[in-house]
């Protein structure tokens, strides 16, 4: 391809979405009219370093290490994302059993016995919200949820596409968009139907205990038959976020800041796993262990199986936190 501007050749690869020509420095937009793609602005490679160096200056156990610790050059990344704004109704039939505990008098003598009564109750209820979709088909990490969730806390101002992609070494950070808007509705779609079902749960739940009069009561769907209509499903125009990769070595092995690009935010970190983080997971077996031991013993004078129960959720626990100890590595976010 070539310049619109120079006639010059550009170097376009697959993932190219605009290219600033070398010889001219004249944007080509490669996908997409540009005017209907938006990006957020990214601070410079060395306002990203200075926040990541502070970041690391503030961290209680980077920070004494500050000297040992050499950072490399920091990538950027420009991820697209749809913004979907989808709004489902549910129309529900449930069977929902309600147990509660009450008083009753045998000879006089207060006994407290447990109820269950099985109700069944019916309604609707709706769930509404805004889901970024990654306009990607390979999977990714928790830095682009912690990305995402920053940009809902910060709310930047998108820009359009031509007024961020000024520059060769912005341009080239661009990932090319791989979902049409009709497939990332679908996934977003997708991704409510389970919060919209616990949400039928709980309204359901509450309806059967105000149907026994007993708002204390537990509360548990046994089965219920759900139907459910899109009400509004829109989504914005492709977006590109930025996100800037840290990578820092210490001691002979590197990790890797996650940064968002508008504001600096160290939003994921990989740190080493130092002693003192180590003997915090000591403590806290030691801890638990302890009052686990005490449960077991006292369960198993009582009975067998509660007894049984108290070593595998000892097991478990130990296990979990042990395997900490191993990790050369911990993400903090």
Same mark, same amino acid.
């Given at each position: 391809m070539k310049c619109s501007y120079c006639g010059a050749p550009l170097d376009v690869t697959p993932e190219s979405v605009v290219v600033v020509c070398k010889y001219c420095?004249?944007? &080509?937009?490669?996908?997409? &009219?540009?005017?209907?793609?938006?990006?957020?602005?990214?601070?410079?490679?060395?306002?990203?370093?200075?926040?990541?160096?502070?970041?690391?200056?503030?961290?209680?156990?980077?920070?004494?290490?500050?000297?040992?610790?050499?950072?490399?050059?920091?990538?950027?990344?420009y991820l697209p994302f749809y913004f979907i704004d989808v709004r489902l109704r549910a129309y529900y039939d449930a069977t929902v059993a309600v147990t509660y505990t009450r008083t009753v008098y045998v000879r006089g003598q207060p006994q407290m016995?447990?109820?269950?009564?099985?109700?069944?109750?019916? =309604?609707?209820?709706?769930?509404?919200?805004?889901?970024?979709?990654?306009?990607?088909?390979?999977?990714? =990490?928790?830095?682009?949820?912690?990305?995402?969730?920053h940009f809902f806390k910060t709310a930047p101002e998108p820009k359009p596409l031509s007024e961020v992609a000024t520059s060769p070494s912005v341009s080239t950070s661009f990932l090319a968009g791989e979902l049409t808007p009709e497939r990332a509705k679908a996934k977003a779609v997708r991704a409510v139907v389970p919060r919209l079902l616990a949400?039928?749960?709980?309204?359901?739940?509450?309806?059967?205990?105000?149907?026994v009069g007993?708002?204390?009561?537990?509360?548990?769907?046994?089965?219920?038959?759900?139907?459910?209509?899109?009400?509004?499903?829109?989504?914005?125009?492709?977006?590109?976020?930025?996100?800037?990769?840290?990578?820092?070595?210490?001691?002979?092995?590197?990790?890797?800041?996650?940064v968002a690009g508008w504001d600096g935010a160290v939003v994921l970190a990989e740190e080493p796993s130092f002693p003192e983080n180590k003997a915090l997971v000591m403590a806290a077996i030691a801890l638990i262990g302890g009052g686990l031991g005490g449960l077991l013993s006292t369960a198993l004078m009582y009975d067998l199986i509660a007894g049984g129960v108290a070593t595998a959720l000892g097991g478990i626990v130990t296990y979990a936190l042990a395997g900490n100890l191993l990790k050369p590595r911990r993400v903090e976010a």
């Open positions: 420095g004249a944007p &080509n937009f490669i996908a997409g &009219n540009p005017s209907k793609i938006l990006a957020v602005p990214t601070l410079s490679s060395s306002e990203i370093l200075r926040k990541a160096v502070d970041r690391t200056r503030r961290d209680f156990n980077l920070g004494r290490r500050l000297s040992e610790i050499n950072f490399a050059s920091a990538d950027l990344v016995r447990t109820v269950t009564k099985v109700v069944r109750v019916s =309604g609707s209820v709706n769930y509404a919200d805004v889901v970024a979709v990654i306009s990607r088909r390979a999977a990714w =990490g928790l830095s682009v949820d912690k990305l995402v969730d949400k039928v749960d709980s309204d359901a739940s509450e309806k059967a205990r105000e149907a007993v708002f204390t009561a537990t509360a548990y769907v046994q089965d219920k038959a759900v139907d459910y209509v899109v009400e509004r499903l829109e989504a914005s125009p492709l977006t590109y976020l930025p996100m800037w990769v840290v990578p820092y070595l210490y001691r002979g092995s590197y990790y890797n800041y996650y």
